[in-house]
């Protein structure tokens, strides 16, 4: 996002740079900084603070009598024909599996793995990551599946359904630190207060030199802002769906979304 950003910006700069000089060469100028200060770290560090600080540390989870870890997916990798969880998707699954060891001696515990098929591998997250965690050890009863999300919003919309049939009371959201502000936003619109707690974290470094690492991380978070932007900006033009009551209140069965096909 932030290469196209600065593409753009030069590609205009060169369409007007013979009948509007100062404005190409604003544009031009424009589109170096942004690629400079990403990728040394000036954009980057602060960007990705704003979003990851709150989660970084992992707070102490009081497990109760019902309990419910949902595990966000973060894609599907394809490799040789065969579908399998990408290198980030491990830091999730290990989470829930840590989580679902300290849980299960306190209570009933569930894991909810929320995740379609949105790059049309032919196999949902929500499979894929059940499958390693099954080999892990985990009881396959469980674990609940929401094979049916393609974004972070269908996740949370998908989810409260589950969350209803589990009766769960007390639930905890794993996801990146990266990812968990837009997540959690998002879950409270319907009605899902939870504990987060995160799975993997992204450091960038200040560099003298742009490099591409820097400049992915900051396409990373500004993603996620641009995530957060819309959702408030679709609540001002009332095209969100109404929030829901908190999932501890009595819900409206005809109100509430169907849940998934799982």
Known sequence: MIVSVVVALLFLAFALHRRQRR?????????????????????????LS??????????????????????????????????ESPPFAYARILRALELYRDCKSHGRCRIILSGGDPQHHGAPEAA?????????????????????????????????ALLEREGADNIVLVT??????RSLLYFTHFGIAATPIRAEAIE?????????????????ALHEYLGIA????????????????????????????????S
Request: neutral net charge.
């Open 23 to 47: 404005t190409a060469g604003v544009l031009a100028c424009g589109g170096i900084l942004l690629l400079v200060c990403s990728g040394c770290g000036l954009l980057t560090l602060p960007m």
């Open 230 to 261: 819309q959702y408030h900006l679709y609540n001002l033009l009332g095209w969100n769906a109404a929030p829901l009551a908190s999932l501890r209140a009595p819900v409206d069965a005809a109100a509430a979304p169907r849940p998934p096909s």
């Open 50 to 83: 704003g979003l990851q600080a709150p989660f970084l540390k992992l707070p102490h989870v009081d497990w109760g009598a019902s309990n419910a870890i949902v595990v966000l997916g973060v894609g599907t990798a394809k490799i040789d024909g065969a579908i």
């Open 204 to 220: 960038s470094e200040l560099s003298l030199l742009p490099n591409s690492l820097n400049i992915a991380y900051c396409d990373s």
């Open 176 to 181: 990146a630190a990266l990812h968990m502000r």
């Open 128 to 160: 894929v990551y059940a499958a390693e965690l099954v080999k892990a050890g985990i009881d396959r009863a469980d674990i609940v599946l929401d094979e049916a999300s393609r974004n972070t919003w269908e996740n949370a919309k998908f989810t409260r």
